[in-house]
């Protein structure tokens, strides 16, 4: 942090505007469409100089302690969308231009001509927690509670020394408050900036009683936040991607506080932001946003090189670990490892190509608690997001699984299938009873359908529905073959022994992750003669029996890449080939 | 007021020769209260401000421009160029330096008056009010369409405008659309600034439009307002940005909430709570009404007693719309945009929400303040769209207007959906040499193979020619297409690609769909009682396809509700005391599964899949999609998932045409292609018919196949004429009489061939026997015969059914002979009288 006048994790806003003056200053202001790029100054900071992990999480546990206006990270889903927003960019104060971006209040007024004001705009993203987030993704705060709070007081000095033109005279005080909670200190400012009260005295309650706080409304596991996005092109950031964001914090209550009479609000029609009141949704303004991988989430990834044989090792022990949960079907652990290393890889119109959902048949509602409490466990410490919905008439006729828009506070209400990219889904059917479904339980029942066959969710928009692509792992667990959920691999279960409930060492368990999030994105390819065998070998199976289709041929294809890449290999070589055809014999058996 | 102005003020450069005169800092001058006023009183209706001529905005330049007479020599040219330097202009100048904010309207007089040489800009822009005024006037007065200039007695009629503004003062209207086209094609510079800077030109726009009212009709009082529609460009909701604001746009979207009307007051007026005395109305000013603090009458001068006398205000209606992005505009990934809309007057309650409309508006933007006390504004901006114009378009994907009925002759002057770029475009595509086997290509290019059902299935969405003779009789232009084949043959990937492609295209399932559901349905209105016809899958699908998946699934009865679709194009309905005939010119593509899982080679079409001959002559193509054991067939489809797999899908697919383009190509051939037979081709086609009925009659042979029907010639002609069409030609020739024979005869090759002998023969389709069918029938019959003739006695014991096949396979070397056919022979027999047949065994009489 040397040579920067500004502490760029507890101001962020200061070298925001250091960077803005030096930019006008240097290019005689013509601040129209000037990016001057304090982005690239964060970047370096957090990145090439590897601050990143100084810089606070929001969660609903932090939220409690970070104070405003400093540099947070957040990780979350888009789940919404709320359009743009047009803010006051730059503007003239006397001579000088000032810029507003980062910020939704400006520290001067602003002056009425238009002359001197450039108007910029900003998307508004409603982002929340990954929903069926795993504990094991998040990394752990105490640490940088105590980081924190020793960059108040390292800020405390610092800003003595810098504090010019009174630009950062909140901030300060808002972070003086937030560590002594001095009652005498707050009189006193508030007798000294009487104007700017509202977001003052905001700050100032929040941080004096934190118990009960700014926020009684939020869950505490799951903050939502509005993130502003500053300069980047729309197809970056799209609907349910999982982003982590870093950016500004705001807690600004001004919005609330505003019921002003103009010509459109006495209207009805309000933007969204109306029902998200700051004071439960956070702002954040964005610096930075970066698509998180599933290797991301990793919380400490060992350093592993893809070797192959550590691979390899690792492909068993998992291997064994599944064929232990499932009581000792080998069969069915095989296959359920190509399950977990499934996903969407391509889409050519209505087919979703990577795509392999599984379904243990032959479970009894007993059997299908038992393991299936044991899978679940064992997935949420092997995958980042995971869910389980228990299949019955009552909870298809009475639950949303997808997404709806509610046009009276235009907000995107989520539902069950606004899921992330790459989350895994249980299914249990075997808790399905016959009855009678009504009108919503056969759309969800149709929407489930369409997930397992098209991984699309249909996202009801009331006058028409919009078709958002899905990349949901889907397992199920039912009596006979599913036919809600056709899934791509049916296989009987068969297990010869209670599953272990065994404990997993916390090494193994980071290891499989690793493994699991790294083999999953390698890439793939096949060379034209083994393309030739594979040809070969299609039609001679289908010469053999005729009631094989396009739906096996791509079954196989699938398991065939994912099994070479279960190896840790990006290319199918003949052996991996066959263990896919020998794994497709014993299981054809086993259906007979 | 700073949501008032533009974002990016305007001065004019030194370049152009008429304002290298004036000041070098800008001749730009008025104050910005004063435009804001103006602004308002555009949208007040207060018949004072209009009823004498309102002056010119009134500002002149104080810097007497010495240029005699802008406003009439106006030059186009430099003007435009001006325009497009609008956006890039530097702050500083911009500062009006004087507000010359006189009482305006001491100026009064048309700012065309010659005498007024001085030009007058309006403030920050360099429009010239006098040539502002002037150009308007010349559009409203001289704009006649191209088309009836053409025509001699051209000049003498009016201008377009003068005849409309003439029928608003009849029906004394109050608003006048403008197609912003026609400003276009007037005077694109006129066009230019109207878009830039609509609030001040469109005040003008309503001053000259007022002048030019007064003196029509002198006495005419209320206010017409102008309203522009049809922009040559329209904006998507997501680019707006803030460039925009303060400027014309026009949008696309959908309605989908509207507030409750709200009266906006726009005149008050004051009754003195000591005196009664009444004040005179007082006009809103920058949306506030100032209430007088003391009462005007001089008696009284009571202090702080004016009271608001509700009922004797003028109120307008004013109503805000919320529209969202139409869901073709969304990117992958991304939640629809919505964007508020303000309506005035006429426009309040236009639109439903659900409608699908087109508004034209100013983009504005509000600042808002943190407080109602405070005076700081907060730096956000809230954006709303002033609207001017809206229109409710359809629903339909492809434009469904389409003129292949005759009683509906295209007109030319109809809004022109396809600008002229995209045409130029999609007929250089038509000439390409391959244009027929790219298209196939596009159509649903992830199902392989198949290449002459997807040739038969572009023939059905082009369509042929529907014709109507003066006789009465009339032939559909639409054609019918059948596919019947193996699960799992992509039939329904076909019907949903073409559901996705085709105008007004309804997807249903046979298996779900009533016969109402299909046709229309009377219900009652819960609210009126009245009796209310609902539209069915097929009347819906008027003048598209209608997509009906597992044919063979539906009931009889609903089937029995396509015969007269599918021939006469139209559904009857007879219920609840309406009686009702509705249009249903729709094509029907329907898709069937044998009856067992598998078709049965060995039956016929009819009994593989269990419909009525009568319908199944409807369709014009039925195409069997068999999954045959051919290792060729099966190598192509291991190859092409293979490919899906490993390679790059978007590379593999090279020249095909995307969705939009080909749905482009195809609403502009059904549009505006209509071919007609060429002698050649009408010659080729009856050459072609004779010879197919001639292959019928094998010389010798004395049975006699039918190979064709009068109705395949319908079919024929209309295939020809979609193959016309989809080269984009009007005449249809020898070649695409000829490929529609090929089609065909592929088709009928599936379909209707008699598996027994390998010819075509119509009497599969039109009665479900083949004539080898027959004649084998009649052979067994007079077998059976000769058998019961020579072997058993009259009265003599009874022989089992199972001795006389055995008999017969004796007698007969070949051919197999199944007990069913016994039985049904020997029930022939019987009723003939000769045998008497009790359960399996028979007794000659």
């Given at each position: ?39 690239d100054l964060f970047r370096q900071f957090l990145f090439d100089q590897g601050n990143l992990s100084q810089v606070p999480i929001l969660n ?63 998307r508004l993203l409603y982002c929340v927690p990954v929903p069926g987030q795993n504990s094991w993704t998040e990394p752990a705060s105490e ?450 | ?363 504005r933007a509000m600042t808002v303040r943190v407080g109602p006390t405070q005076r700081t504004v907060k730096s956000l901006f809230k954006t ?462």
């Open positions: 942090m040397v040579g920067l006048p500004y502490d760029l994790v507890a101001n962020p806003l200061g070298a925001v505007r250091l960077t803005f003056e030096k930019a006008v200053a240097a290019s005689g202001f013509e601040p129209d469409s000037m990016d001057w790029a304090p982005v609903g546990e932090t939220i409690r302690w970070l104070r405003p206006k400093t540099l947070v990270r957040f990780r979350g889903m888009i789940q919404d969308m709320l359009g743009n927003e047009f803010y006051v960019g730059a503007y003239k104060d006397g001579s000088v231009w000032r810029t507003n971006k980062f910020t939704d209040v400006s520290q001067f007024p602003i002056a009425d001509s238009s002359a001197d004001m450039r108007v910029w705009e900003r640490l940088v509670l105590n980081r924190c709070m020793d960059f108040t007081s390292q800020q405390r000095e610092k800003r003595r020394r810098v504090d010019d033109e009174g630009i950062d005279h909140m901030d300060m005080l808002v972070s003086d408050d937030g560590v002594q909670g001095s009652p005498s200190t707050k009189k006193m400012k508030e007798d000294e900036q009487p104007s700017v009260s509202s977001q003052n005295h905001e700050s100032i309650t929040e941080s004096n009683c934190p118990n009960m706080s700014i926020v009684p409304g939020i869950d505490k596991d799951s903050l939502p936040c509005l993130v502003k996005i500053y300069d980047s092109p729309e197809s970056d950031l799209k609907l349910n991607d999982v982003f982590e964001f870093i950016g500004v914090l705001t807690l600004d209550s001004e919005l609330q506080a505003d019921k002003d009479h103009d010509e459109l609000s006495n209207g009805f029609i309000e933007d969204a932001l109306e029902h998200l009141p700051p004071n439960k949704v956070p702002r954040l303004h964005c610096l930075i946003h970066k698509k998180l991988a599933a290797s991301d989430l990793l919380n400490c990834s060992p350093v592993m090189e893809s070797k192959p044989n550590l691979v390899k090792e690792i492909r068993d022990s998992l291997l064994r670990h599944l064929t232990a949960v499932l009581g000792n079907d080998g069969l069915a652990a095989h296959l359920m490892l190509l399950h977990l290393l499934s996903r969407v890889h391509a889409r050519v119109d209505n087919v979703a190509v990577g795509k392999l959902s599984l379904n243990l048949t032959c479970l009894s509602k007993e059997s299908a608690s038992l393991f299936g409490g044991q899978l679940t466990h064992a997935f949420r410490n092997l995958l980042p997001f995971t869910h389980s919905i228990p299949l019955t008439v009552e909870y298809l006729n009475s639950v949303s699984l997808a997404p709806k828009k509610d046009y009276e506070t235009d907000r995107l209400i989520t539902g069950v299938l606004q899921l992330a990219e790459g989350s895994h889904l249980i299914i249990d059917e075997t808790k399905l009873e016959a009855g009678t479904l009504n009108s919503v339980g056969v759309e969800n029942a149709r929407l489930l359908k369409n997930l397992t066959e098209l991984q699309k969710v249909e996202y009801d928009f009331k006058y028409y529905k919009m078709e958002m692509a899905a990349d949901v792992q889907l397992l199920i667990f039912s009596e006979g073959k599913s036919n809600i959920l056709p899934a791509d691999i049916v296989i009987p279960y068969q297990p010869s022994s209670v599953g272990s409930s065994e404990v997993v060492a916390g090494q193994a368990l980071e290891a499989w992750r690793w493994y699991l999030a790294s083999v999953k994105s390698l890439p793939h390819s096949i060379d034209s003669e083994m393309q030739k065998v594979l040809e070969n070998d299609l039609v001679a199976s289908r010469q053999a029996d005729r009631s094989i289709g396009s739906h096996d041929f791509n079954r196989w294809l699938t398991m065939g890449r994912l099994m070479s890449a279960s190896f840790g290999e990006t290319c199918l070589s003949l052996e991996h080939w066959q263990m896919v055809m020998e794994l497709e014999r014993l299981r054809r058996e086993r259906l007979k | 007021m700073a949501s008032d102005s533009s974002p990016a003020n305007f001065v004019n450069g030194a370049s152009s020769p008429d304002d290298s005169n004036s000041s070098p800092i800008g001749n730009t001058f008025s104050s910005p209260g004063d435009a804001a006023r103006r602004r308002s009183r555009r949208r007040s209706t207060t018949p004072s401000a209009y009823t004498t001529p309102p002056p010119p905005p009134p500002h002149q330049s104080r810097f007497a421009a010495s240029d005699a007479n802008p406003a009439l020599t106006p030059t186009p040219s430099s003007r435009r160029g001006r325009g497009r330097r609008a956006p890039s202009t530097t702050p500083i100048a911009t500062t009006p330096s004087s507000t010359d904010d006189a009482a305006a309207s001491s100026e009064g007089g048309d700012g065309y008056d010659a005498d007024d040489a001085r030009p007058t800009f309006v403030w920050g822009t360099n429009i010239s009010v006098e040539d502002v005024n002037e150009a308007i006037y010349r559009f409203l007065k001289h704009f006649r369409e191209s088309s009836s200039v053409s025509e001699d007695d051209g000049l003498l009629m009016e201008g377009k405008y003068e005849t409309a503004i003439k029928r608003v003062l009849e029906v004394e209207g109050d608003s006048l659309d403008v197609d912003a086209q026609d400003v276009f094609g007037y005077d694109p510079d006129l066009y230019t600034k109207m878009v830039r800077y609509p609030l001040e030109v469109l005040a003008i726009f309503d001053i000259v439009l007022m002048n030019m009212v007064g003196r029509i009709n002198p006495l005419f009082e209320r206010h017409i307002q102008t309203r522009i529609f049809n922009l040559k460009s329209s904006t998507s909701m997501r680019n707006l940005n803030p460039s925009d604001i303060e400027r014309m746009v026009s949008l696309k979207g959908m309605i989908i909430r509207c507030s409750s009307i709200i009266p906006e007051i726009r005149e008050a007026l004051f009754r003195c709570l000591v005196c009664g005395y009444y004040s005179d109305p007082v006009v809103i000013n920058r949306g506030q009404i100032t209430e007088p603090r003391v009462c005007l009458k001089e008696e009284c001068q009571a202090r702080n007693s004016m009271t608001l006398v509700h009922n004797r205000c003028r109120f307008t209606d004013k109503q805000i719309v919320r529209l969202q992005e139409t869901p073709d505009e969304i990117p992958e990934g991304g939640t629809p945009h919505t964007v508020s809309l303000l309506m005035h007057d006429k426009l309040v309650d236009a639109g439903k929400p659900g409608d699908r409309i087109e508004v034209t508006g100013i983009y709303y769209i002033d609207c001017l114009h809206m229109k409710k378009s359809d629903k339909s994907r492809m434009v469904a207007d389409d003129h292949m009925d005759i009683e509906n002759p295209p007109s030319r002057t109809e809004d022109i959906p396809f600008d002229e770029e995209k045409v130029e475009q999609l007929k250089e595509l038509s000439k390409l040499p391959d244009i027929y086997d790219r298209l196939t290509r596009s159509l649903a290019p992830n199902i392989w193979e198949l290449d002459d059902v997807k040739k038969g299935l572009l023939c059905q969405l082009f369509g042929g020619n529907a014709l109507k003779l003066p006789s009465g009789a009339s032939f559909r232009g639409d054609i019918n297409i059948l596919l019947v084949g193996d699960p799992g043959t992509s039939k329904s990937q076909l019907l949903q690609y073409i559901h996705k492609l085709s105008p007004r295209g309804i997807y249903t399932s046979g298996r779900g769909s009533s016969a109402v559901g299909l046709t229309a349905y009377v219900t009652k209105d819960p609210e009126t009682g009245e009796t209310v016809l609902e539209s069915g899958a097929l009347v819906l699908s008027d003048r598209g396809i209608c997509c009906i998946d597992e044919f063979d699934k539906m009931s009889e009865n609903a089937r029995s509700m396509l015969h007269e679709v599918m021939e006469q194009q139209t559904v009857s309905i007879a219920k609840a005391g309406i009686i009702a005939s509705l249009n249903a010119r729709t094509s029907v593509l329907a898709c069937a599964n044998p009856s067992g899982s598998r078709y049965n080679p060995r039956l016929s079409v009819i009994d593989n899949i269990h419909l009525p001959p009568t319908l199944l002559s409807r369709f014009d193509l039925i195409y069997l999609i068999l999954d045959k054991a051919d290792e060729q067939t099966d190598r192509r489809l291991a190859k092409h998932i293979v490919s899906l797999h490993f390679e790059n899908p978007e590379s593999a697919e090279q020249d095909v045409l995307d969705l939009s383009t080909l749905i482009a190509y195809l609403s502009y051939a059904r549009r505006h292609i209509h071919p007609e037979l060429s002698d050649e081709a009408a010659e080729e086609l009856t050459r072609g018919y004779v010879e197919m009925r001639r292959r019928g009659n094998f010389p010798g042979s004395s049975k006699k196949v039918i190979t064709a029907t009068p109705r395949q010639i319908e079919s024929l002609i209309r295939l020809s004429e979609a193959l016309a069409r989809i080269r984009f030609s009007e005449l249809v020739e020898k070649r695409d009489v000829m490929e529609a024979f090929r089609l065909l005869e592929v088709a009928m090759q599936q379909s209707a061939t008699d598996h027994a002998t390998g010819t075509i023969d119509m009497d599969l389709i039109t009665t479900g026997v083949s004539a080898s069918e027959r004649m084998r029938r009649e052979s067994l019959l007079s077998a059976i015969r000769n058998i019961v003739m020579e072997k058993m006695q009259l009265g003599g014991p009874s022989m089992r059914l199972l001795e006389l096949l055995d008999e017969l396979k004796r007698q007969s070397s070949g051919g197999e002979i199944h007990l069913n056919d016994v039985r049904n022979a020997v029930s022939t027999l019987a009723s003939e009288g000769f045998v008497a047949a009790h359960g399996d065994s028979m007794k000659r009489i």
